[in-house]
């Protein structure tokens, strides 16, 4: 006994306790404590650390550095059942923590959900800045969502950065991207009401994300492990030899099987998994730690001893050595009891984690150094200076550690023992059947399973080669000749009980982990497959980002995949990426994809790009992608154009009423744009323009036609000749654009035709007016009338001059058209050029369509101005074999020319000329 403050109340202990812990939880809310308000204990945790083993797993190892396996020759193989020191990874969740404190104390454990201050201290954003964001993210409609949206960018980024480094740099720093959005979601949800909906989806993309992010850790550890082993599989491997220590068989284990290797690494993974989750546990659970054990049970014993028996006790232990509950079967006090149950919780929570040394040192802090020692039997037994040396080293391990694992797979099987501290003891001696109740999800029951798996290997190899004794019977004949494989240990979880856990296994991220430990890659993409062409529920966005960059990641690594699915894959993310409008994004997956798919999908996406910058943009980003940028531009233009269904339309006199321009009209004429940023596109601008204005003039639209031809830049045609002159060829145009230019000017001329003749129709059709006069005009009417009529005499001059003038131009043009050079309007000049039926079937059409209508108005323009000798002159030349013109005109229209041609004949007699205009001989 220390003295008189040694029989102080336990329930007063207790209260002080709780007290102390209530103060040290307020001072870790504060984000930046100043040095004096932590506490001399707090202090110095944060300057020291108590001693531990500096042991390492072979998995462990194996995750650090892409070494050569020559270099693991001799890992700390004492490790393998235990996971002594690997580094924590401070990324606090909420779900375990709230399963473990569940019907606990929880006065200190949301102290794990804040950010502790030496956290806050090394990050890149500061408190202040990172509250104020989450304020803001806190109005969003969808937090979650909106606070995730700059994952989309940053993968890519990411993927830029290393595209010439180590693929492993680049899963990591995937995983770090993931982890800081974790951190950010989960200030949110803590800051967020209860029951809000909005919040509710921010949950679930948290964990989406947490899981993404365990994956990338997986995908980093597993492989790195499986190419050093495929590129190392010429080097020989060192056999055991028979009187080898346990550790020194494990090493040749290890460095021999890939399996027990990759299985310890998945054990690694998923107790990594779980030390996140933890987060500063440790600290948490201080005020629990007492110095002396049962001292609850020790009071009320010594307050026996000093006082009276007055009436009825109840049974307690009489002695306090480790055993004494099972020896006398007779209970500790209620609080000790608790305080075992809650001490032995957080132990099994720590060895879940791998944190066998914290699990240790708890014990000692609480005053159970006993149970301390039984948590250090499992190390294996290695003597270094049985093979000689100048200096006498320590010895490793336990020498005895046979008969202490059969003392705890003894234990693991006693029911009266709690049931945390059953399986603490089954996860070390390797006791599945014990181990099961207390796992609760999926990654519990896989750790289980792998780490027995481990365990039996493990000593399947020690039997099979070290050095026989009695005890090693003494563990049943299953846990030594289990036979266990990975696809063994996914077939067990399928016929798990617990509904959760099958539940889990259905999850998208635990089907990806599962194929991904069993490196089933064709099985995993079969699986995307299947998910793809489910039309419901639709994949959350962050799990297609997932998928695309998995598929890039195995063409990195060059391995052989199922080329559609992965195809599948990148075309689900680019319409996402296309639907969130992730512009600057798109080029980079599109290129990913076969040449034609890549040109096809830009091109699709592009055709909802209206803007100019937008546009000019769009094509810099193909550039730098290495899309085909000409066949892009060419494919928008095409896909735009031939949705066009119209067909044909017969010309007559309406045309010179012009046909409206619809929106779907302005798509195709806007479309042109994307040929003419780039000037050695120039013949391809012409080729496909043309093609649009065949459209519209065979449909009416002339106008629609103009705007077309507008978009086409002046020098054009100059450009053309220049480009193929900068080429050296002594040779001329290709046919194609040979004719491409010939077309344009056709189109060109009929264009200035239409517009001279709507301009000499409207002036045609607005004469000045002459003025008229009352016969009962007064003076002052008379004098302004004759004012007015010497205006208008004036104004018709000026009005027949300008007719005059309009009527030539007009005829001119019309002529240009009818009588166009080489072959005629609408003929190809170089029959040497690829054919084109559909062209050329629109060309015939034209020709037939718009000739005719020419020459009608031409008549009028020639009727209608009185010209009627050169009116007659049109039957000639439409009757000329040298321009063929009567070959376009049918049967009625040439009857509608003929009576016209008879009507300006009647005119011409009545002038006393005859029939063709010329004065009659006498």
């Not at 050595?321 to 006398?328: F, I, S, V």
């Not at 892009?632 to 012009?658: C, G, P, S």
């Not at 010497?790 to 003038?805: Q, T, V």
């Not at 009527?807 to 084109?836: P, Q, S």
């Amino acid at each position: 006994l220390r003295g008189s403050n040694d029989l102080m109340s336990p329930v007063v202990r207790e209260l002080e306790v709780t007290r102390a812990a209530r103060r040290r939880s307020l001072k870790k809310k504060v984000a930046f404590p100043s040095p004096s308000s932590e506490s001399p204990s707090a202090a110095a945790m944060a300057t020291t650390t108590p001693a531990r083993s500096l042991l390492r797993t072979p998995g462990s190892l194996l995750k650090r550095s892409f070494t050569p396996r020559s270099a693991l020759r001799n890992p700390d193989v004492s490790a393998i059942l235990g996971t002594g020191g690997r580094s924590p990874r401070y990324i606090q969740t909420p779900s375990r923590l709230s399963s473990i404190a569940a019907n606990l104390d929880d006065s200190d454990w949301t102290n794990t959900l804040y950010v502790s201050p030496q956290q806050t201290a090394t990050g890149e954003v500061s408190f202040t800045e990172d509250v104020t964001m989450s304020a803001v993210l806190l109005k969003e409609e969808d937090p979650g969502e909106a606070a995730s949206m700059s994952l989309f960018p940053d993968f890519l980024q990411s993927y830029l950065r290393h595209s010439s480094s180590a693929i492993f740099d680049l899963l990591e720093e995937y995983e770090a991207i993931c982890g800081e959005q974790v951190r950010m979601l989960q200030k949110i949800v803590l800051r967020a009401a209860p029951g809000q909906n909005k919040f509710s989806k921010t949950a679930s993309m948290l964990w989406l994300l947490q899981q993404e992010m365990v994956t990338w850790r997986l995908l980093t550890s597993l492989y790195r492990d499986r190419i050093q082993s495929a590129l190392e599989d010429d080097i020989m491997i060192d056999v055991s030899a028979p009187n080898e220590s346990e550790k020194l068989l494990m090493e040749h284990l290890f460095q021999r099987d890939s399996m027990v290797r990759q299985s310890q690494l998945v054990v690694d993974w998923l107790e990594s998994i779980a030390k996140d989750e933890i987060g500063d546990f440790s600290d948490n659970i201080e005020f629990y730690a007492k110095s002396v054990y049962w001292e609850n049970t020790l009071h009320t014993l010594k307050l026996r001893r000093t006082t009276a028996n007055t009436g009825f006790s109840r049974p307690l232990v009489t002695e306090l050595d480790p055993d004494a509950p099972l020896r006398q079967k007779r209970p500790l006090a209620d609080l000790d009891r608790e305080d075992d149950a809650r001490l032995l919780k957080y132990l099994f929570t720590l060895v879940r984690a791998g944190m066998t040394d914290e699990a240790q040192r708890l014990c000692k802090r609480c005053g159970q150094a006993w149970r301390a020692a039984t948590l250090e039997g499992w190390k294996l037994y290695h003597d270094p200076n049985i093979g000689g040396g100048l200096e006498l080293q320590p010895v490793e391990g336990n020498p005895q550690r046979c008969v202490w694992k059969a003392c705890c797979w003894r234990m693991a099987e006693e029911e009266r023992f709690n049931r945390y501290e059953r399986a603490i003891y089954a996860a070390l001696s390797g006791n599945l059947k014990q181990l099961l109740p207390v796992c609760e999800t999926w990654e519990d029951m896989v750790w289980a399973y792998f780490r027995v798996m481990v365990d039996t290997l493990v000593e399947q190899e020690i039997r099979s080669l070290g050095t026989s004794s009695d005890e090693l019977e003494e563990l049943p004949r299953e846990y030594l000749e289990a036979n266990w494989t990975m696809e063994k240990v996914f077939e067990e979880l399928q016929a798990t009980e617990s509904k959760r856990v099958l539940d889990e296994t259905k999850e998208h991220y635990h089907i990806i982990q599962k194929f991904i430990i069993l490196g089933d890659l064709d099985g995993l993409l079969e699986e995307l497959s299947e998910w793809l062409g489910r039309e419901s529920p639709a994949l959350p966005s962050h799990l297609l980002r997932f998928m695309s960059h998995l598929v890039l990641f195995y063409r990195s690594l060059g391995m052989q995949l199922k080329e559609e699915v992965a195809i599948e894959v990148l075309k689900a993310y680019i319409q996402l990426l296309i639907k969130e409008k992730h512009t600057d994004l798109i080029a980079f997956y599109v290129s990913h994809l076969p040449q034609d798919m890549a040109v096809a999908q830009y091109a699709q996406f592009l055709e909802s790009v209206t803007e100019t910058e937008q546009r000019k943009h769009c094509l810099d980003l193909a550039r730098e992608a290495g899309l085909e940028v000409a066949a892009v531009t060419k494919t928008v233009v095409e896909n735009i154009r031939e949705r066009d269904t119209e067909d044909f339309a017969h010309h007559d006199l309406t045309l010179a009423l012009f046909t409206g321009t619809s929106e779907e009209d302005m798509r195709k004429i806007d479309v042109i744009d994307w040929l003419v940023f780039d000037s050695s596109q120039r013949a391809e601008a012409l080729k496909q323009s043309n093609a649009i204005m065949r459209k519209f003039l065979g449909s009416k639209k002339h106008d629609a036609a103009k705007e077309v031809f507008a978009k086409i830049p002046e020098d054009s045609i100059r450009e053309i000749h220049r480009q193929w002159e900068e080429q050296g060829l002594d040779m001329p145009l290709p046919a194609e654009d040979e004719n491409a230019i010939r077309e344009h000017l056709c189109i060109r001329a009929y264009l200035e035709a239409h517009e001279a003749f709507n301009e000499w129709f409207k002036h045609m059709n607005a004469p000045p007016q002459k003025p008229t006069l009352s016969s009962q005009a007064k003076y002052t009417e008379t004098v302004a009338h004759e004012m007015k009529e010497a205006e208008y005499k004036m104004d018709y001059k000026n009005w027949k001059e300008c007719l005059e003038a309009l009527t030539e131009d007009v005829k001119e043009r019309i002529y240009n058209v009818l009588l166009f050079v080489d072959g005629g309007w609408m003929v190809d000049v170089r029959e040497d050029a690829e054919e084109d039926p559909e062209r050329s079937h629109q060309m015939t059409l034209l020709r037939r369509l718009c000739l005719p209508m020419m020459c009608f108005l031409l008549q009028t323009v020639l009727h209608s101005t009185k010209l009627h000798q050169e009116s007659l002159r049109l039957a000639d030349i439409i009757a000329s074999e040298q321009h063929r013109l009567y070959q376009v005109f049918s049967k009625e229209e040439l009857q509608k020319l003929l009576q016209k041609l008879r009507e300006s004949s009647l005119l011409l007699l009545d002038q006393g000329l005859d029939p063709l205009g010329y004065e009659i001989q006498s």
